[in-house]
């Protein structure tokens, strides 16, 4: 029994202090640590990836007529950061953010909202996409407008017609 002690004693003294006093001494955080996850609205199409990655379901989609909100609870959230590894325009970011302690529910939650446009051909109500560059490279200027507000099936469609015209069959 005393053999044991002595050994836990040397390792001990070996090692020293290996415990911060948090909160009075900052955590030790390496480069790899995952906190919490922030999205810029400003880059974020909407597309979804993130919420069908998020194994957690921290990340959900809301739906109504005009507008489409993609909410991120950090309540639910195991900070894995996979839905910022699918996120295709990099719109979200995993920060060192963990102090997340609040006495409102709503303090945990982000709502980046996005506003639906109809569609002129089909009548749907759809969340139109960045594509103004790519638009812009491939088609004539007239029909950039139009294009932009057509929904991605009735595209689609009009994209399919216009290169059987120009394919000539």
Same mark, same amino acid.
């Given at each position: 029994m &005393?053999k @044991?002690?002595?050994k836990?004693i040397?390792?001990?003294k070996?090692?020293?202090?290996?415990?911060?006093?948090? @909160?009075?001494e900052? @955590?030790?955080?390496?480069?790899e640590?995952?906190?919490k996850?922030?999205?810029d609205?400003? /880059?974020c199409?909407g597309c979804g990836? !993130?919420?069908k990655?998020?194994?957690?379901?921290?990340?959900?989609?809301?739906?109504?007529?005009?507008?489409?909100?993609?909410?991120?609870?950090a309540g639910?959230? /195991?900070?894995? +950061?996979? !839905?910022a590894?699918v996120?295709p325009t990099g719109?979200?970011?995993?920060?060192k953010e963990f102090?997340?302690a609040?006495?409102?529910l709503?303090?945990?939650e982000?709502?980046?909202?996005?506003r639906?446009?109809k569609c @002129?051909?089909?009548?749907k109500h759809? &969340?139109?996409?960045p594509l103004e560059k790519y638009?812009?490279?491939?088609?004539a200027k007239?029909?950039?407008p139009?294009?932009m507000?057509?929904?991605?099936?009735?595209?689609?469609?009009v994209g399919?017609?216009k290169m059987?015209r120009c394919k000539? +069959?």
């Open positions: &005393v @044991p002690i002595l836990l040397t390792v001990a070996e090692v020293g202090v290996v415990t911060r006093k948090y @909160p009075y900052s @955590p030790l955080l390496t480069e640590f995952r906190g996850i922030e999205i609205a400003s /880059i199409w990836a !993130c919420v990655a998020c194994p957690s379901n921290a990340l959900t989609i809301r739906e109504s007529m005009d507008v489409m909100e993609l909410v991120y609870f639910r959230c /195991i900070f894995c +950061g996979r !839905c590894d996120c719109a979200i970011r995993v920060t102090e997340l609040t006495d409102e709503e303090d945990l982000q709502v980046v909202i996005h639906k446009v @002129p051909i089909c009548g759809f &969340v139109p996409q638009v812009c490279e491939k088609c007239g029909e950039i139009t294009y507000m057509v929904c991605p099936e009735c595209r689609r469609k399919v017609k059987i000539g +069959g």
